[in-house]
Structures are given as structure tokens and as C-alpha cells.
């Protein structure tokens, strides 16, 4: 019910940092998601909290539910914990969008006069609903397996981080991509900022929205494969490889398979002269010496291949006619081969 009570898993702490800006870099630098760690720029950020304000000043006290506000009984508002940080977009019981408001329980006002009415994008839905799984069952089901809510919060809030770097700061290829996340969306690259990188937690709740659509944006284009998540988690956002299960046969032996089709073409080379010949070409194809071609030769008459159908040299294994014309019988005859096509 409070943030207290979601440490350590929507944030590392709420003491004081060990070390100035290692909040930060734990949380947020500690993993990757889209762009890799060599292609992601460093930077520091002092006195940082995962999600909470840093500057409260001139911000909405609360974002609240329009569905719940008109249904509410006894003059008493319930603010749930889920829409009161920045990690959510609409509200989990009616899933309308979240609009500022001032005030709590039974004085509250809107920041703004007219309602947030625009309708809430699929990608956005599936996101807050990860974030509401994780909130209340402390794990979330994920394309490739189920995740902690630790590691949930710790991977949007990293991707994030890297839809903030300024263009001129990335290479190409995941320029390219965080260019597409925001045209994608809908809004200006890094929420209409220049210059700097500024951090999430810094933002009005009009930027803060802005960033939490370009991250449910970037997740559905990694898991469609219209973009490549080459950090450390993005494999998280894609569907497990299809492995075929083992049909229970033994594996196939190559090499059982080689010697049955030398046995068939040695049996054909037994009865066939065309077939011997082209046998002992394949045999020979790299022999060099007249000693090694009658070695060769010697053992395919070992092994009965009739010496008749084999020619007796080299040179007239590769004369230019071999294979068409006949060769020779122990008779001094000639074997004339029917021309096979």
C-alpha cells in the first residue's frame, strides 16, 4: 500500500545512495534493453529514485481515474498506489486514461477542465496490464518466460532511459530504431526535449505520458520484429525459438548412410562398365601419380569390379573421350557402352 512496502522491487531503496549517482547506474545502466552498452552513452544522476519525484514543485499531486472519481459514494476518493507513479497510464479497474488532478479524498480538482478522452492504444493496454500483474501477483508473463516484478520495472524503466539519449549521441542503427519508436507513437522524438538528456523523473506528467507510450510503443515493435532489441533483456520480449522435440528415433548416422550408398554404387559397378568408370573417376579426381591411380584402380579389382571395365592409366581415365567411348576386355576386345542420357 505504500512505496516502502514495494522495496526492493519497484525500487532498490529509499535511503540515502552509498555512493553519489550508483542508484542510477544500478538500476537503470545495470541492464539494456534496445541499444547495447557500448552504444549507450554515460551519465550521471545524483540523489535519484526509481519512479519517484525529484522536484515536486508545480507538479499534480495525484493522477486519478474519471470513471472512478464519477462512481465514487460518500464524498471519499480512493487513490490507489498503482496510479499515483508515474508507471502506469490508465486506471486498472476501468481502463480509462489518468488524468492530473489536485487535492485527494473529498477535495480534489482537475489540472485541466476537459477530460483526457482520447483512446487508449492496444500496446499501452498490454503494458499497464504487465504493470498491474506485477503489482499484485510479483511476477509478470513475459514473451519468452515470467519475469519478477523487480526485473519488469527494471526493463521499462531502462528502455525508458534509452529513448531519452539525443540522436547525436547514437549510432546509426539504434538511431534508426528510436527514431521509429516515436513515429510510431505518435509524438515528437524524446517528448519535444532538446538538447540534454533529462531525467524521466524530472518531467511533467504531459512528457512523463509521452515516454510511457513510446515504451509500450518500442516493447510491441521489438515483439513483432520491426525492431532489434540487442541489450541484455531484449531477448525477454521475444516469443522462445521453435525447437522440433526429438520424434524418440535414434539420430541419423551420415556416415551408415555414406557406406549403404558406396555398397549400391559399388554393387552397380560390379554388373555396369559406364558405372565402374565414373567410380573410379570420383576415386581418382585428386590423384596425381600413375603409382596412386593404379593402387586405386587395384583395389576396385579386389573388391570385383571386373579389370575390363576399368581403364589401365591415367591418361586414359581422363582423356577427353572417357566415359563414352568403351574400354577394354582381357580379350583385347573393345566393350562398346550404349550412349545413356
Known amino acids: 500500500m505504500t512505496v516502502a512496502g514495494w522495496v526492493p522491487w519497484l525500487l532498490d531503496s529509499l535511503d540515502p545512495e552509498p555512493m553519489p549517482g550508483s542508484a542510477f547506474d544500478t538500476y537503470v545502466r545495470q541492464e539494456s534493453v534496445i ?5 549507450r552513452p554515460h551519465r550521471e544522476v545524483m540523489n535519484w529514485r526509481a519512479w519517484l519525484p525529484l522536484n515536486s514543485n508545480n507538479r499534480p499531486v495525484s493522477r486519478v481515474c474519471p470513471a472512478c472519481a464519477e462512481s465514487t459514494t460518500g464524498g471519499a476518493l480512493t487513490l490507489p498506489l498503482i496510479v499515483q507513479l508515474p508507471i502506469t497510464l490508465t486506471c486498472p479497474h476501468h481502463g480509462c486514461r489518468l488524468d492530473a488532478a489536485f487535492g485527494s479524498f473529498a477535495f480534489f480538482g482537475w489540472e485541466h477542465s476537459k477530460t483526457n478522452n482520447r483512446p487508449v492504444p492496444r500496446q499501452v493496454a498490454i503494458q499497464d496490464a504487465r504493470t498491474e500483474e506485477a503489482l499484485r501477483t510479483g511476477t509478470v508473463a513475459l514473451p519468452r518466460r515470467t519475469v519478477h516484478v523487480g526485473v519488469w520495472f527494471r526493463l521499462l524503466r531502462t528502455i525508458i532511459e534509452e529513448i531519452s539519449i539525443p540522436f547525436s549521441k547514437l549510432r546509426v542503427r539504434p538511431r534508426r530504431s528510436i527514431e521509429l519508436i516515436w513515429r510510431t507513437a505518435g509524438h515528437p522524438a524524446r517528448a519535444g526535449i532538446i538538447g540534454a ?13 509521452m515516454y510511457l507510450e513510446a515504451a509500450a510503443t518500442a516493447i510491441h515493435l521489438i515483439e513483432t520484429g520491426e525492431i532489434e532489441a540487442r541489450g541484455t533483456l531484449g531477448h525477454l520480449l521475444t516469443p522462445e525459438p521453435d525447437r522440433p522435440a526429438p520424434d524418440g528415433l535414434p539420430p541419423r548416422d551420415i556416415w551408415d548412410e555414406a557406406r549403404e550408398a558406396m555398397s549400391e554404387a559399388l554393387a552397380l559397378a560390379q554388373q555396369d562398365p559406364l558405372a565402374a568408370e565414373r567410380m573410379l573417376a570420383v576415386l581418382t579426381s585428386l590423384t596425381r601419380t600413375e603409382k596412386t591411380f593404379q593402387s586405386i584402380r587395384g583395389d576396385l579389382i579386389g573388391l570385383d569390379v571386373p579389370e575390363a571395365f576399368l581403364p589401365q592409366t591415367l591418361a586414359a581415365m581422363r582423356a577427353p573421350d572417357a566415359g563414352t567411348r568403351g574400354v577394354s576386355h582381357n580379350n583385347g576386345d573393345r566393350y562398346r557402352s550404349q550412349d545413356i542420357e
Not at 35 to 39: D, G, P
Not at 197 to 209: D, G, K, M, N, V
Request: no cysteine.
Open 35 to 39: 541499444i547495447t552498452f557500448k552504444e
Open 197 to 209: 538528456a533529462r531525467t524521466y523523473e524530472t518531467l511533467p506528467w504531459p512528457q512523463q505520458e
